[in-house]
């Protein structure tokens, strides 16, 4: 078995080869000067299985993750499985109005040319696997996360909505907390009120778990919420951490005590990795 790393993940294709005990295949991936992007894999592959890892953010990785699938295809592998960490554009899931396209069905249909297998990892909603054309799946990064939050001391585990609140409950249960989530309540015409549903955070460390920090204004909201309602030291944890604009000041600003994410998009937040989730994942599907 061959592991070959996109530039958006060669950290996580490291890893993945080591804990699959695979070898990391040798690649050239090159800009020429007008940016067009060359793609050769150096070593033979040929009837080979062939683990191709590669974000698809932003958007100059999808390309790169085209041309990966096309020179492991044109070298003659028996098998190719596209690991994607994080799958870009897997947020427009359906038409919002007459016009639109489904960005995620036609990047599914695109990757699903050049495959037999896709995983992804929490996928911000299940149902873009059926936009593949081949057997497409996902793992979990919760549990990894979870692992990592355990040292802190965490009193609950938040989600900033009920769509969350699986990552919460799966998390809790592992750091061995209570869980709850974030419910929007409208005061009046001007005053909209965000509180945990259920449970009273007064000194209390708590944690808000989601699949995706994007912008950071829902978590700002929410901890700034928490802060006002007596809560010790609040962490955010994500599994995809895009940190967009101003994001990551506003999330301090609001009194956030860290910011946690994985390696599916490497930054200084990139705490977690990936690669042991995966692994277990590919692992559990071969027995």
């Known amino acids: 078995m061959y592991i070959i790393g996109g530039t958006a993940s060669k950290t996580v294709a490291e890893d993945l080869s080591k804990s699959l005990d695979a070898t990391l295949a040798r690649t050239i991936i090159k800009r020429f000067p007008d940016n067009e992007l060359y793609v050769c894999i150096s070593d033979d592959i040929s009837g080979e299985d062939v683990i191709i890892v590669q974000t698809t953010y932003p958007d100059p990785n999808i390309v790169e993750l085209f041309l990966l699938q096309d020179a492991v295809k044109e070298a003659g592998a028996k098998r190719i499985t596209v690991v994607i960490p994080y799958f870009g554009y897997g947020r427009q899931d359906k038409k919002f109005k007459n016009g639109e396209s489904i960005s995620a069905k036609a990047i599914a249909k695109l990757?699903?040319?050049?495959?037999?297998?896709?995983?992804?990892?929490?996928p911000h909603k299940e149902h873009i696997l059926d936009f593949f054309s081949i057997p497409a799946s996902s793992c979990s990064a919760v549990p990894e996360l979870a692992k990592y939050m355990k040292k802190k001391n965490i009193d609950l585990v938040l989600a900033p909505d009920k769509g969350a609140l699986n990552l919460a409950k799966q998390a809790s249960s592992i750091i061995n907390c209570d869980f709850d989530y974030m419910e929007k309540n409208r005061i009046n015409d001007k005053t909209i009120e965000i509180k945990p549903k259920n449970l009273d955070v007064h000194n209390k460390n708590v944690t808000i778990i989601d699949d995706i920090i994007s912008t950071g204004g829902t978590m700002a909201k929410s901890i700034d919420e928490l802060?006002?309602?007596?809560?010790?030291?609040?962490?955010?944890?994500?599994?995809?951490?895009?940190?967009?604009?101003e994001a990551i000041k506003h999330l301090y600003s609001a009194g956030c005590s860290g910011i946690i994410s994985t390696d599916t998009i490497k930054s200084e937040y990139s705490k977690v990795k990936i690669a042991p989730s995966i692994s277990q994942w590919i692992e559990s599907k071969q027995v």
Do not use: M, P, R, Y
Request: glycine share 10%; net charge negative.
């Open 111 to 122: 990757i699903s040319l050049n495959a037999d297998e896709v995983i992804t990892v929490d």
């Open 227 to 245: 802060k006002k309602q007596g809560a010790n030291k609040i962490f955010v944890e994500c599994t995809h951490g895009l940190f967009a604009g």
